[in-house]
């Protein structure tokens, strides 16, 4: 079996999402996503000008050799368009393994370990009231487990909040905004919401909530601390976690379960989180991470470590992504939750899938492969926005994490 050509879409039904489509001597073609959010282009160049030519003419059933062939292979190792661009080839790989094969990407993972993927949605509001709202709507639908945001007064803007429900955008169109933050604010306000929040809803629900990087160790610790009386499901990516040893004075201090890993592109970016316990969940995303076959790999190492994988899943995962993680979320032991944010009834369109959603649960589907297509046709109405996320600055101006 050979591959014969493969080519890249970018396409922005809403929001920008590149494609890989891998064609091959069969008939059949395999579907990967390789979108970096405000990156895009720089993982169509890698696809197209140095990857593409080197992948055509091999078979694209040695998915192990063929990612070993991108990753060792080519000396400059790691990076996220390096390793988005290899998850997209790594993801149609499996896709077409399992078409095929004639069986869902599960089944070539070990089959399922569960009956349902637990998904978590988003609620959000500029005041604690409507925060506290929203999330009564997703119980409503269903959900066991909901991500609460709440705007912080003072602050103008702050991240994971929108006037959209259900699915927002976190890129704005045309050049970065820049908005102002301020942690003491911040984190006089936190605590309240999750106490209007127990005492609304009481202790059933699993409530987690996303830091977005803006917090040191000790600040992260403190409000570990503080949050403890309302049982988390996680606190997420309280500090940005290029330093790993950071987590050891968090995670001395608190007994909230710690998220953190949705920009981690490698092992080499969680080993020390991993093997010293540091945190209980590992939110890399199969695009982000380099695709099934490193990611298998992780969550092994992690299991042995007592850590839950929670993949992200915000709307700038394409759907292709989203089946790819619901195929590796049903079959590994250590799952422990998937973040969905749903997408555009627009990008739905193009993106037609398998999956399907009921009460709090994802379900990959039975159709062979990923269960994902892409229409191109649609897709071509839509072309790329340049479109990034916002720049963030303290009070003074200072130039802080996003
Ligand atoms: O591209 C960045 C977004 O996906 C990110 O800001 C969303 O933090 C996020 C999350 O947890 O979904
Ligand atoms: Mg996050």
């Given amino acids: 079996m050979k591959i014969t050509d493969a080519k890249v879409f970018v396409t922005s039904p809403g929001r920008n999402f590149v494609t890989l489509k891998i064609y091959t001597d069969q008939g059949v073609y395999g579907l990967g996503d390789g979108t970096v959010n405000g990156r895009e282009l720089a993982v169509v160049s890698y696809l197209e000008d140095h990857v593409i030519p ?132 911040y984190l006089a306000h936190i605590p ?81 989180l991993i093997t010293e316990q540091l945190i209980d969940y590992l939110r890399m995303a199969i695009v982000h991470g380099g695709g099934l076959t490193p990611m298998r790999k992780i969550a092994a190492m992690a299991e042995i470590y007592h850590i839950k994988t929670g993949c992200h899943g915000a709307t700038d995962l394409s759907p292709v992504t989203m089946a790819a993680a619901l195929h590796f979320d049903i079959a590994i032991n250590n799952f422990g939750i998937q973040e969905y944010m749903r997408h555009t009834p627009e990008t739905d369109e193009v993106f037609p899938h398998a999956y399907t959603f009921s009460k709090g649960y994802l379900y990959p589907g039975d159709a062979p492969g990923l269960g994902i297509d892409f229409n191109e046709e649609l897709a071509a109405k839509y072309p790329y926005e340049r479109a990034y996320l916002p720049v963030n600055r303290k009070m003074d101006a200072t130039l802080f994490n996003w």
Wanted: glycine share 8%; hydrophobic share 35%; charged share 25%.
């Fill in 192 to 272: 309240k919401l999750f106490q209007e929040l127990r005492d609304t809803y009481g202790s059933d629900p699993h409530l987690l909530h996303d830091c977005h990087h803006r917090l040191t160790p000790i600040e992260a610790a403190r409000l570990g601390k503080e949050l403890e009386p309302y049982h988390l499901f996680w606190l997420e990516d309280t500090v940005p976690a290029e330093l790993q040893e950071g987590f050891r004075i968090i995670r001395q201090h608190t007994t909230t379960p710690l998220a953190v890993g949705e920009v981690f592109n490698t092992v080499w970016d969680a080993h020390i």
């Fill in 54 to 185: 080197c992948l055509i003419g091999r078979d694209p059933q040695q998915i192990e050799d063929i990612w070993q062939y991108f990753y060792r292979g080519v000396y400059w190792r790691r990076g996220p368009i390096t390793m988005a661009a290899i998850a997209a080839v790594d993801m149609a790989l499996w896709d077409i393994k399992g078409k095929m094969l004639n069986t869902p990407v599960y089944n070539l993972l070990g089959g399922k370990s569960r009956e349902a993927v637990m998904v978590y949605g988003h609620a959000n509001g500029i005041e604690i009231s409507e925060t506290v709202e929203e999330a009564g709507r997703y119980l409503d639908m269903g959900y066991q487990a909901v991500r609460v945001q709440t705007g912080v007064p003072g602050l103008e803007e702050v991240y994971g909040i929108s006037k959209d429900k259900l699915f927002y955008e976190p890129a704005k169109k045309g050049l970065p905004p820049e908005y102002r933050w301020s942690t003491e604010k």
